[in-house]
């Protein structure tokens, strides 16, 4: 019986290791990986804030579609939150939850607080709409138009 055996390369011949970084489908995935853990946390700290003030009617407005995602395939959630993300789950079931997606161009209070929050290295939770976009919220509860130009 025979076996072949395949050769290895001369020491001097022999190939570098490749990182992850050189893969660009393995690197898109774990940042898609990355930005759905952190949309969803998001989400998780809003519904526990909702749960601490014991709030009873609550909507959320959201420009991903990886949370939506999120509420409707639950097993999907990272491992690492997924007992926090469960509770919620349970609890906005016992209240007023309404959750609704909205295109980030189609809101510009969204689009500034997403700016903001891309350049944040912290939480922060406001009690009112912060100063950078009062105007814009005004102009969204009064259903004004806005448009965009580039």
Not at 25 to 54: C, D, G
Not at 111 to 128: C, E, I, R, V
């Amino acid at each position: 019986m025979a076996y072949l055996q395949k050769e290895k390369p001369p020491e001097h011949k022999q190939q570098p290791q490749k990182t992850y970084q050189q893969y660009p489908s393995y690197q898109s995935a774990l940042h898609l990986r990355l930005i759905k853990q952190y949309q969803t946390m998001v989400v998780v700290l809003a519904i526990e804030r909702a749960i601490f003030y014991n709030w009873k009617h609550f909507w959320l407005e959201t420009d991903s579609t990886l949370v939506l995602h999120a509420f409707s395939h639950p097993k999907s959630v990272h491992w690492s939150i997924y007992n926090r993300w469960m509770n919620c789950i349970n609890h906005i079931n016992h209240i007023n939850f309404r959750i609704s997606h909205i295109y980030r161009e189609g809101n510009v209070c969204v689009a500034k607080l997403a700016s903001f929050g891309a350049q944040s290295s912290g939480y922060t939770w406001w009690d009112s709409p912060p100063s950078f976009v009062v105007q814009q919220f005004l102009k969204y509860r009064q259903e004004l138009p806005f448009y965009r130009f580039s």
